[in-house]
């Protein structure tokens, strides 16, 4: 939905230049969150992780809406923070829950069938944001979810079997927050936070040698160190078993899921302002250009589920998912080599359905490999890893992106028309960081030789943006090549039946190192 009504918002706010910051501020409170999710669910227990997580959700969306009657940005911004508070500890709780009923080997199926109903979200998203926005404005997308968020809760309450946590049966709440490990979540937290704000502030500013920037950084990388410390030699009960990382298959899949999400998001975020300022696109048909890659993902990802269920391998499925993903970007490097295509017919399809395919099997075999290298003791924090290396990996390809897209459109303005009129030059350039869409309906009339001008003006511009938009497309290649290449690296090893070695690179590398109990039987899920 946030793809299609990005322009929209920017525009309401007169702040293109901080439009990586709507879709970072997101993530930064996902990075918040994802981290402490497995660690306290497996404290306090899954149903009331779910339950929070919801409440907090409802609270940012419907702060998003109203930002737009007080016409602060900050209050959009507080409200996407607390949307990724909720939505990324929601995304990978929900994980946990699959992997605690769920067999190994129905896994991939399982998370196929619910990246169906996601990739229909995603399709319908599209649509739903896009539509709205052209009819009654985009704040009311935000607020007509807050009744919906409410009941999910209410049903999770009432309706949803959880899992108890693995806290000791009888234990008080005293002695299950003296399980929590403080220290690691503060050390974790600072990193994270002053990583993404200091990668924003130097994108969106441009500045990245500026005292502020260079300091967020640095202290980031100190916390991360002294986290890294606590957590190996000295935690009793660390927040991430960082040991666990460094193994091959857990290490391939989390480098492959960073650059990956690093690629997707340099993709999606710019792939509508190409079709609606160069290609001259309403919202919502922008957003229907969206409706295949949705569809497509959910379809890779059932599919993909399907084939590691029956072949009881997935280092081949993975193969074929990661091609998707590559020709796919590949293909929107080539597209906006050749802009006319675009409106043209099949050709931005074809981009969009390989994407979309790629995107939703890569994930599950990703998935797959890392709890087949898993401990079901480890599984919950674990992937709570695999979600904030994720969403870290978002917030790397948002800043990057915005980076290299500000920088060579603001370049180009002033090379392409600097030369004529200076003056001309300067103020479009101010105009493509707060907002350069008004400019391209203000600068062309339909008569005389304004008219003439304000067209050769605008052609201009829209060479500018494409030219732009391009260099982050071939950023985006570069990253998920990476993400398929990493991902080769997981060994592939056999889902069932379980073996006693684990990840030790042997034949039955299985799963859960042998382990008895939820995935060493084909049982149907509890409850």
Excluded at 31 to 46: C, E, K, M
Excluded at 185 to 191: E, T
Excluded at 192 to 212: D, H, K
Excluded at 278 to 304: M, N
């Amino acid at each position: 939905m946030l793809v299609t009504i990005t322009t929209s918002i920017s525009t309401t706010f007169n702040a293109f230049d901080q439009l990586s910051w709507l879709g970072t501020t997101f993530s930064i409170g996902s990075s918040i969150s994802q981290p402490l999710s497995g660690h306290l669910t497996d404290v306090f227990g899954r149903r009331a992780g779910l339950v929070t997580c919801y409440l907090v959700f409802a609270i940012g969306t419907l702060l998003c809406g109203l930002s737009a009657t007080a016409g602060r940005l900050w209050v959009f911004y507080a409200g996407r923070i607390l949307q990724g508070l909720g939505g990324g500890a929601l995304c990978s709780i929900t994980s946990f829950i699959e992997s605690d009923l769920v067999p190994l080997r129905k896994r991939a199926l399982i998370e196929g069938v619910g990246n169906v109903a996601y990739g229909a979200t995603l399709a319908l998203g599209g649509i739903y944001g896009g539509g709205i926005d052209s009819a009654i404005g985009w704040r009311w997308a935000f607020l007509v979810q807050v009744p919906v968020i409410a009941l999910d809760a209410a049903l999770v309450v009432f309706v949803v079997p959880v899992v108890n946590s693995s806290s000791p049966p009888g234990s008080d709440a005293e002695s299950r927050w003296a399980r929590v490990d403080y220290i690691g979540c503060v050390l974790i937290l600072a990193a994270l936070v002053l990583f993404q704000y200091g990668m924003n502030e130097g994108s969106t500013s441009g500045a990245w040698a500026t005292p502020r920037v260079i300091a967020m950084l640095v202290v980031s990388g100190v916390c991360f160190v002294a986290f890294s410390y606590w957590d190996l030699c000295r935690a009793a009960n660390p927040l991430i078993p960082i040991r666990r990382l460094a193994e091959r298959t857990i290490a391939s899949s989390q480098v492959s899921f960073f650059f990956n999400s690093a690629s997707s998001a340099a993709t999606m975020l710019y792939l509508p302002i190409f079709l609606q300022a160069c290609q001259g696109l309403t919202v919502q048909d922008s957003g229907l250009r969206f409706v295949p890659h949705a569809v497509a993902f959910g379809l890779g990802s059932f599919a993909a589920g399907l084939a590691v269920k029956q072949l009881n391998r997935y280092w081949g499925v993975n193969l074929g998912v990661q091609a998707a993903c590559v020709a796919g970007t590949a293909g929107l490097c080539a597209m906006t080599a050749s802009p006319e295509t675009v409106k043209a017919g099949w050709p931005p399809y074809v981009c969009f359905v390989l994407l979309g395919l790629g995107y939703g099997g890569a994930f599950v075999t990703r998935l797959v490999g890392l709890l087949s290298a898993t401990d079901q003791a480890d599984q919950a924090v674990i992937q709570a890893a695999s979600w904030t290396i994720s969403s870290t990996g978002f917030t790397v390809g948002i800043a990057v992106a915005a980076a290299v897209f500000q920088s060579l459109s603001v370049d180009q303005v002033t090379t392409r028309l600097g030369r004529d009129s200076p003056g001309e030059s300067e103020k479009l350039a101010d105009a493509l960081r707060h907002g350069a869409f008004e400019v391209f309906f203000n600068s062309t009339s339909d008569s005389g030789e304004d008219g003439d001008e304000g067209r050769a003006l605008r052609r201009d511009i829209v060479g500018i943006y494409t030219l732009a938009v391009r260099s982050v497309f071939f950023l985006a290649l570069a990253t998920i090549v990476l993400s398929a290449l990493a991902s080769l690296g997981m060994r592939d090893n056999t889902l069932e039946p379980p073996a006693s070695t684990g990840e030790n690179g042997s034949e039955d590398g299985g799963s859960e190192k042998g382990k008895p109990g939820v995935f060493g039987e084909e049982k149907p899920l509890e409850g």
